[in-house]
């Protein structure tokens, strides 16, 4: 099941791909420091899915600097899902986030395949509520919010294998 994880600059999609690959002791956890992601990272890994087993997973954490941009039609080659992170307390980062959805997921017919992240670096601005891109409004797709608290890992976890029935699911027509 290859997932592609993209948005703009800085939003989180590293950290939470490595939460989500296993590699950051079971929680969503800051990094100690900023390091943008070159091109492209792919992170395999397997997750149980209730009623599906163990499902062997590709996550595919696109840079969102636009500098890669020659190499994301490549990314999203043969994608099952997208995972859109974006931070809503960065200025313009919505806007960015409905052009990052509109490339990967709106032109590529996975609609009812996307997750959207609404992903507060700081867990005290978590509680605002987020500006959702107008383009993802439109398209009528929830926004889970999620940050660096506690309570963050569990609800990512739950939406994110929730997600991936549905990538699933959709692979099977």
């Given at each position: 099941?290859?997932?592609?994880v993209?948005?703009?600059?800085?939003s989180?999609?590293?950290a939470?791909?490595?939460f989500?690959?296993?590699?950051?002791?079971d929680?969503?956890?800051?990094?100690?420091?900023?390091s943008?992601?070159k091109?492209?990272?792919?992170?395999?890994?397997?997750?149980?899915?209730?009623g599906?087993?163990?499902?062997?997973?590709?996550?595919w954490?696109?840079?969102?600097n636009?500098?890669?941009?020659?190499?994301?039609?490549a990314?999203?080659?043969?994608?099952?899902?997208?995972l859109l992170?974006?931070?809503?307390?960065k200025?313009g980062?919505?806007?960015e986030?409905?052009?990052?959805?509109?490339e990967?997921?709106k032109?590529?017919?996975?609609?009812?395949?996307?997750?959207v992240?609404?992903?507060?670096p700081?867990s005290s601005?978590?509680?605002v509520?987020?500006?959702?891109?107008?383009?993802?409004?439109?398209?009528?797709?929830?926004?889970?919010?999620?940050g660096?608290?506690?309570?963050s890992a569990?609800?990512v976890?739950?939406?994110?294998?929730?997600?991936l029935?549905?990538?699933?699911a959709?692979?099977?027509?």
């Amino acid at each position: 099941l290859k997932i592609i994880v993209i948005g703009p600059s800085g939003s989180g999609k590293t950290a939470i791909a490595n939460f989500l690959a296993g590699q950051s002791n079971d929680s969503l956890e800051p990094p100690s420091s900023y390091s943008e992601t070159k091109g492209v990272r792919i992170l395999e890994c397997e997750r149980n899915l209730p009623g599906r087993g163990e499902t062997l997973l590709e996550l595919w954490d696109v840079s969102g600097n636009s500098a890669f941009e020659s190499g994301w039609p490549a990314c999203s080659q043969h994608a099952d899902g997208v995972l859109l992170v974006y931070n809503p307390d960065k200025a313009g980062n919505d806007v960015e986030a409905g052009d990052w959805f509109d490339e990967f997921v709106k032109s590529k017919g996975l609609v009812d395949q996307c997750l959207v992240l609404a992903h507060h670096p700081s867990s005290s601005t978590r509680a605002v509520a987020s500006r959702v891109p107008a383009k993802i409004k439109v398209a009528n797709l929830g926004v889970v919010e999620t940050g660096f608290d506690s309570g963050s890992a569990t609800i990512v976890a739950q939406n994110f294998d929730d997600f991936l029935a549905k990538c699933v699911a959709s692979r099977k027509r």
